[in-house]
């Protein structure tokens, strides 16, 4: 099985509010990544745990705080959003770290009014 | 640095025809490359990968080849069918101090046409 899970499907918020996106795998991957995708783009890299720690973070805006509670779950807290912060959120998963395969969830998909 | 160069953007073929999607990487990519397909509203889905100590891999109608000397490969999809239609990326492996980065070609989006 190698499913990656994410909740919402879809979310929209007010530059005001905060909202979380969830990520969740059962794989036994110990390395979780954040990912933001703009329409007809490619992922770009936000954040990498890695044994749930922050072990990257890629020039991310501080409005985007993400959190690792435990091996199975990755979330991305969101406060302040801005209009531009619209896109698809992915999360993925591998192995290790050093694992190059990585496996990718649905997304959620963000609008920000 | 840290560059995947994909083309073509867009690819249209007829039914049954085949597709051919190629990528250059530079030169600190690590020996991973893999392929992933993405429909519309959903998550990237790895499709196949090849290493560097192989120059290619099948699986049915997919293949990729690996050129090291010249920093590039290639996806070939054989007898395409309309639900091949999505948009393909490309992407190398980098090693990073945490691990390995994955960089991602800009895509390509194929429609095949019935």
């Known amino acids: 099985d190698t499913e990656v899970t994410q909740t919402p499907k879809h979310l929209v918020m007010g530059m005001t509010n905060k909202k979380s996106l969830k990520c969740e795998q059962h794989?036994?991957?110990?390395?979780m990544y954040w990912y933001k995708q703009k329409a007809k783009k490619p992922p770009e890299l936000m954040f990498v745990y890695s044994y749930e720690k922050l072990s990257i973070n890629e020039s991310v805006p501080s409005r985007f705080s993400p959190e690792c509670p435990n091996s199975s779950l990755l979330n991305l807290h969101l406060h302040a959003l801005q209009p531009e912060d619209s896109a698809l959120y992915l999360c993925a998963s591998s192995q290790a770290p050093q694992g190059d395969t990585q496996y990718f969830g649905p997304g959620t998909r963000l609008t920000v009014l | 640095g840290e560059n995947v160069e994909q083309h073509p953007s867009t690819l249209s073929v007829q039914e049954g025809d085949s597709a051919v999607i190629k990528c250059t990487y530079s030169?600190?990519?690590?020996?991973?490359f893999p392929w992933y397909k993405q429909e519309l509203g959903k998550g990237p889905q790895l499709i196949i990968d090849?290493?560097?100590?192989?120059g290619e891999k099948k699986d049915q109608r997919i293949a990729v080849t690996l050129n090291k000397t010249a920093k590039h490969f290639s996806l070939h999809i054989t007898e395409t069918q309309p639900e091949d239609s999505a948009v393909y990326f490309c992407?190398?492996?980098?090693?990073?101090?945490?691990?390995?980065?994955?960089?991602f070609g800009a895509g390509t989006i194929l429609r095949v046409k019935s």
């Open positions: 794989m036994g991957h110990r390395a």
């Open positions: 030169d600190s990519a690590s020996n991973y």
């Open positions: 992407a190398a492996s980098y090693v990073k101090e945490y691990g390995n980065k994955l960089v």
């Open positions: 090849i290493r560097s100590n192989v």
